[in-house]
Antibody
Framework: EVQLVESGGGLVQPGRSLRVSCTTSGFTFGDYPMSWVRQAPGKGLQWVGFIRTKGYGEKAEYAASVKGRFTISRDDSKSIAYLQMNSLKTEDTAVYYC????????????WGQGALVTVSS | DIQMTQSPSSLSASVGDRVTITCRASQSISRYLNWYQQMPGKAPNLLIYAASSLQSGVPSRFSGSGAGTDFTLTISSLQPEDFATYYCQQTSTTPWTFGQGTTVEIK
């Protein structure tokens, strides 16, 4: 069974940093790109970014609103994806989901349960 | 960025109704269009990928169609468990973008 479990969310002050992890099991992690999606309270879904597989250089791409502040990485030996968030703003408050991303078509076929990140003083 | 516009934003329907949700892209995205269902407080769930392919485990009452800029999600006979919010998403070009969502409510 495919499973994705986020951890590391919480309350953080503006300007500070936080790292959310996505621990996976049930599939060959290294074969899949991984994406992050967020959802602010009461709002719709927003793509944050994704990371390609090792075969594609583990290159990451980001939404403009987080580029330069957020970094996505992966550890294929541990089957974990990471979202490092720096210089956090109040508007980054959201539930952050990691998703398994189907190669080529890039549909998100499995999602974690989400991690709530609250940025507030 | 490619803008995705869903209509309607919300609708009221009864069990057994046929429901259609449309999604329009601001430029051609070929068939790089996915549909998700989200229940309150839960993570989204993939229904349809590549415009018309049914994700494994999803009931056959869900179907998708379209190409280019215009797409539809159809629920042939609405069931009680289908009352949720539905999102389209384009993965033709980064930044990948979602529609604003369509909430299907009980009439």
């Amino acid at each position: 069974e495919v499973q994705l479990v986020e951890s590391g969310g919480g309350l953080v002050q503006p300007g500070r940093s936080l790292r959310v992890s996505c621990t996976t099991s049930g599939f060959t992690f290294g074969d899949y790109p991984m994406s992050w999606v967020r959802q602010a309270p009461g709002k719709g879904l927003q793509w944050v970014g994704f990371i390609r597989t090792k075969g594609y250089g583990e290159k990451a791409e980001y939404a403009a609103s987080v580029k330069g502040r957020f970094t996505i990485s992966r550890d294929d030996s541990k089957s974990i994806a990471y979202l490092q968030m720096n210089s956090l703003k109040t508007e980054d408050t959201a539930v952050y989901y990691c998703t398994r991303t189907v190669p080529t078509i890039f549909a998100f076929d499995h999602w974690g349960q989400g991690a709530l990140v609250t940025v507030s003083s | 960025d490619i803008q995705m516009t869903q209509s309607p934003s919300s609708l009221s329907a009864s069990v057994g109704d046929r429901v259609t949700i449309t999604c329009r892209a601001s430029q051609s995205i070929s068939r790089y269009l996915n549909w998700y269902q989200q229940m309150p407080g839960k993570a989204p769930n993939l229904l349809i990928y590549a415009a018309s392919s049914l994700q494994s485990g999803v009931p056959s009452r869900f179907s998708g169609s379209g190409a280019g800029t215009d797409f539809t999600l159809t629920i042939s006979s609405l069931q009680p468990e289908d009352f949720a919010t539905y999102y389209c998403q384009q993965t033709s070009t980064t930044p990948w973008t979602f529609g604003q969502g369509t909430t299907v409510e009980i009439k």
